[in-house]
């Protein structure tokens, strides 16, 4: 390989390194980390293990009953991987951080049920009463 082959293999390494951050890292402890916390919340049980595990990251989702993240730096990422593990559904995982708004995207199509499992029932009468 000569020298402009090389050249170029490094630009193009750089480039796509950089083009590979998102500006958003900083939110994440303020660190470039690539990874961040995702809950598939139609999938999702609403147990609460996570959000009991790593508070500061997870809570239980008023209206459906189900986890949602609430901080991507929360808690220190060996609790987040505690709670991962431990989810008897495996709705948590770790994924790519420029994946993530393509995944709440995603999500805002998706129809999820209310649980019906949580709080004092204001969801569940708010729900009754909006249909009458």
Not at 4 to 10: D, K, L
Not at 27 to 37: K, P, S, W
Not at 53 to 72: C, K, M, N, P
């Amino acid at each position: 390989m000569d020298n402009s082959s090389v050249e170029t293999a490094i630009k193009t390494s750089s480039e796509s390194e950089i083009s590979d951050r998102s500006g958003f890292e900083p939110e994440l402890g303020g660190e470039l980390r690539q990874n961040a916390v995702f809950v598939d919340e139609t999938v999702c049980i609403g147990c609460g293990h996570c959000a009991h595990t790593a508070s500061s990251t997870f809570f239980l989702e008023e209206d459906y009953g189900r986890a949602r993240v609430i901080a991507q730096d929360g808690d220190e990422e060996d609790l987040v991987q505690e709670a991962i593990d431990t989810c008897p559904v495996d709705c948590i995982a770790w994924v790519n951080y420029n994946d993530l708004n393509k995944l709440e995207e995603a999500r805002k199509h998706q129809i999820i049920q209310n649980l019906g499992i949580i709080g004092d029932g204001a969801a569940l009468r708010r729900a009754i009463n909006s249909q009458t």
